[in-house]
């Protein structure tokens, strides 16, 4: 039986795609593979990159993977705030095509951990986007995700805000979460995770609470950034 269900699967699936040819996602085109992006459009919206740093900062590098504009913003938007879920294995695609240029990431040592969401925002949208977005990549490399941090409070969007006010906005907002009095993140080597970075001021403050809680490496990992 399970060969006959498998022939099954494979003659609906050949008639699936007869009927609903995979295409681009950015200009339509035909592709081969469904959720794949033809070849033009992918080399366009992969732009990886190493982000520049503050003096100081808590981690070894930033790594974004594309630029926080056209469709990669309408891609990200429909996740967060329609909660399209079929925009996941479009940006699966973007994550496997971004592994070239990422050869670090080689190391499964790293422990991902996301940005987190306050509880309420994260109950108010269902889930939190950062790990929806690279948790089943990061699995299939054999790189774990826990939730290393919390948030404490709601903050206030970034954009707009002075350095002092981003400072004041961030203070005490993210926590070290722990097991036995012993913060998850303490010795190890951290990826922390988030969908787009603008100010980088979330990110530092989360890079900040991960070294006093005994990170020993941190890198960032961003799917967009605006800049
Ligand atoms: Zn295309």
């Known amino acids: 039986m399970p060969k006959l269900n498998e022939m099954s699967r494979d003659i609906l699936g050949s008639f699936w795609d007869f009927l609903f040819p995979s295409r681009c996602p950015m200009c339509g085109r035909y592709v081969a593979e469904r959720s794949g992006w033809c070849p033009s459009c992918l080399q366009k919206a992969l732009t990886v990159r190493k982000l520049a740093l503050p003096p100081g900062s808590p981690f070894e590098e930033i790594w974004a993977l ?26 699966k ?15 499964s040592d790293f422990l991902a951990v996301p940005v987190p969401l306050f509880a309420d925002k994260e109950k108010a949208r269902g889930f939190n986007q950062t790990e929806k977005i690279f948790g089943e990549w990061l699995q299939e490399k054999g790189i774990s995700t826990v939730r290393g941090l919390i948030r404490n ?50 990110m530092e403050a989360c890079g900040r609470v991960l070294k006093e809680a005994g990170a020993e490496r941190i890198v960032g990992l961003v799917l967009a950034s605006d800049h």
Do not use: C, H
């Open 66 to 91: 594309s630029f926080y504009k056209e469709y990669l913003q309408k891609l990200i938007k429909d996740l967060k705030y329609r909660r399209k879920m079929s925009t996941l294995p479009y940006i």
């Open 153 to 202: 409070r709601e903050t206030m969007a970034m954009y707009g805000l002075s350095p002092a006010e981003r400072e004041e906005n961030l203070r005490g907002a993210f926590s070290a979460v722990e097991e036995a009095g012993v913060p998850l993140v303490q010795g190890r080597k951290i990826l922390l995770l988030d969908d787009i970075f603008t100010t980088g001021s979330t």
């Open 93 to 107: 695609s973007l994550l496997q095509g971004s592994e070239q240029e990422l050869v670090w990431l080689a190391d």
